[in-house]
């Protein structure tokens, strides 16, 4: 079962920027879709990016413009660039694993944009 683990959250100013890093425990083999999602505090989690081992990505319409999603397959490391970050950027971002109908998350990264 592979494991992912998140880093690069942290507290920042609004139209400051973060990178997130999601690192996996072993190479991933096959079609997989790896994404990241937002939990603002009593709000369900939502998708902010998710990309493909092609690269092929795809935004949330929050996230468009302002964010870049990247993958390092060598590394097993998939990249949330945040750029212009705003106070409901806020939340916890995790990161998943989709491949062959099997879901896996991280543990989580706080985020956090003050006005």
């Known amino acids: 079962q592979v494991q992912l683990v998140e880093s690069g959250g942290g507290l920042v100013q609004a139209g400051g920027s973060l990178r997130l890093s999601c690192a996996a425990s072993?190479?991933?083999?096959?079609?997989?879709?790896m994404g990241w999602y937002r939990q603002a505090p009593r709000k369900q989690r939502e998708l902010v990016a998710a990309?493909?081992?092609?690269?092929?990505?795809n935004y949330a319409d929050s996230a468009k413009g302002r964010f870049t999603i990247s993958r390092d397959n060598a590394k097993n490391t998939v990249y949330l660039q945040m750029n212009s970050l705003k106070p409901e950027d806020t939340g916890v971002y995790f990161c998943?694993?989709?491949?062959?109908?099997?879901?896996?998350w991280g543990q989580g990264t706080q985020v956090t944009v003050s006005s």
């Open positions: 998943n694993l989709v491949q062959s109908g099997l879901v896996t």
């Open positions: 072993r190479r991933i083999f096959g079609f997989n879709v």
């Open positions: 990309i493909t081992d092609g690269g092929n990505a």
